[in-house]
């Protein structure tokens, strides 16, 4: 087991960025790792079993964050079906190697410093899988960066999409309204409406002035989503605890949501250099409309107010076409080292492109913009 704070007791000076200086992605700092992995949220109880990659060199340092799996919890990239068929003809699918940020479908860089040392940590993680018999090693939500480089590599590309808001230089919430269709329009300022005739309004408490107790108020809406579905919260409270210390490079943004000067439900995100990170929310009460309200309309506000150009509110949900947020393709990269599966997998991840293809086209047929207004 190689955790991040062991590799950064041995090198204070470890950048795990590409270019050495602060990274855009606010999860690609170590301190938003070592919290994770600290407050034993990422851990060998919790399913993620540190063992980062690390190359060193007088010129810089490469790291690939990854960790051992024994199941496929929390990673936002089903792959079900792949551990089924292993399972099915007596290969152990897991565990398996991951290089993502635990929790965090969102995409980065994984590919963390001196890119020159690429070759010597592939080899690295390969020797790893013999080592241990493992058969997969999976970079989920990479960069484009990162495609490029791993691309010689020989990994398989598995298609998905998710839901990007752009910022076309709006002035207001109601300039980007312009921009619909009537009804589209008028659907949007009907939800709105709803929750302020509700006599709910919200306080946007920024990173530079988040408290604790800020976090254990957070902390009890964001039980509540979980507890709804019958489930453990993936993140527990020393986590947004820890992170506190660190909010000036991790950038939380709370949006709570009031009633009567009392707080009934929160969103969160992270704010990166041109890009705002929908994470978690939850409320203590059901009102209509509140999750658009706080997960989608806040974000798109704040970032028309501070000029930023893209709001990447989670993954999933049709339901974030018609409130203007735009498909886009992303991938996700897949070493397999059994040449069966490898050839299997790759077909399936073909076949699959298609119909991902199909359903981003068939988005674009129902933008909620006016014709003029096309994306």
Not at 204 to 217: G, P, Q, T
Not at 314 to 335: A, D, P
Request: hydrophobic share 35%; charged share 25%; glycine share 4%.
């Amino acid at each position: 087991m190689t955790l991040l704070s062991d590799l950064l007791n041995i090198s204070n000076d470890l950048n795990i960025n590409h270019s050495g200086a602060n990274p855009k992605n606010p999860f690609e700092n170590q301190e938003y790792f070592q919290c994770l992995e600290q407050s034993g949220c990422a851990s060998k109880q919790s399913g993620w079993l540190p063992s980062h990659i690390w190359q060193q060199s007088a010129s810089g340092d490469l790291l690939i964050p990854t960790y051992e799996k024994m199941n496929s919890y929390g990673e936002f990239i089903f792959d079900y079906v792949w551990a089924n068929a292993f399972t099915q003809h007596g290969i152990n699918y897991y565990p398996k190697l991951v290089s993502t940020i635990p929790f965090t479908p969102c995409h980065s860089n994984k590919l963390m410093g001196n890119l020159n040392l690429l070759d010597q940590a592939v080899n690295e993680i390969i020797d790893l899988m013999n080592k241990k018999n493992i058969q997969s090693w999976h970079i989920l939500f990479p960069s484009d960066i990162d495609i490029t480089q791993l691309e010689p590599y020989g990994l398989i590309k598995r298609y998905g999409y998710r839901f990007i808001w752009k910022n076309y230089d709006y002035q207001s919430f109601n300039d980007y309204l312009d921009k619909f269709k009537s009804r589209q329009r008028k659907n949007i300022k009907n939800e709105r409406e709803s929750v302020e005739e509700a006599n709910v309004s919200f306080e946007v408490i920024d990173s530079e002035v988040i408290e604790e107790f800020h976090w254990e108020r957070f902390f009890q809406f964001y039980c509540q989503t979980y507890f709804d579905r019958g489930q453990k919260p993936y993140l527990n409270l020393a986590f947004f605890k820890s992170i506190n210390a660190y909010n000036d490079k991790t950038h939380p943004v709370i949006f709570f949501a009031k009633h009567r000067d009392e707080y009934i439900g929160a969103s969160l995100c992270f704010r990166g250099e041109d890009t705002l990170y929908g994470r978690h929310w939850g409320s203590s009460l059901f009102l209509k409309n509140l999750h658009f309200e706080a997960c989608y309309y806040q974000g798109i506000e704040y970032c028309i107010q501070n000029k930023i150009p893209y709001f990447d509110p989670g993954i999933q949900g049709e339901h974030k076409l018609r409130r203007g947020f735009e498909v886009t393709k992303k991938s996700s990269l897949h070493l397999i080292l059994n040449k069966d599966f490898r050839n299997a997998i790759e077909k399936f991840c073909n076949d699959e492109e298609k119909h991902i293809d199909n359903y981003i086209e068939s988005c674009k047929i129902y933008t909620p913009f006016s014709n003029d207004c096309r994306i």
